[in-house]
């Protein structure tokens, strides 16, 4: 079992940056796929980023070269660094993690985060 609180979300202006956290419980953190999701009013879910047990990291073509995911298993911790941030980054941003990379592709994961909004004014 794997529980899963994002933490880091707030309000910056256009152009700043923010720092999402994903705090893991569970002793078998690292065995899973890990990914940041987001989902603006009106919209589908999206996949933003995700990283591979082993740390291959994969970005939306949206967010490449802005956004940065890593993932520190010795502290049970996953983070998606946003750079350069525009207004249509605006959503409430989740993270989830799934025994399989698939599942994390899918939106399948096993597990999910209780969301924080992000929102960023022009």
């Known amino acids: 079992q794997v529980q899963l609180v994002e933490s880091g979300g707030g309000s910056v202006q256009a152009g700043g940056s923010l720092t999402l956290s994903c705090a893991a419980s569970?002793?078998?953190?690292?065995?899973?796929?890990m990914g940041w999701y987001r989902q603006a009013p009106g919209k589908q879910r999206e996949l933003v980023a995700h990283?591979?047990?082993?740390?291959?990291?994969n970005y939306a073509v949206s967010v490449k070269d802005r956004f940065t995911i890593s993932r520190d298993n010795a502290k049970n911790m996953m983070y998606l660094q946003m750079n350069s941030l525009k207004p249509e980054d605006t959503a409430v941003y989740y993270c989830?993690?799934?025994?399989?990379?698939?599942?994390?592709?899918?939106?399948?994961?096993?597990?999910w985060g209780q969301g924080t909004q992000v929102t960023v004014s022009s």
């Open positions: 569970g002793r078998t953190f690292s065995i899973y796929a």
């Open positions: 989830a993690a799934g025994r399989t990379l698939l599942s994390v592709l899918r939106g399948t994961g096993e597990y």
């Open positions: 990283i591979t047990s082993s740390g291959t990291t």
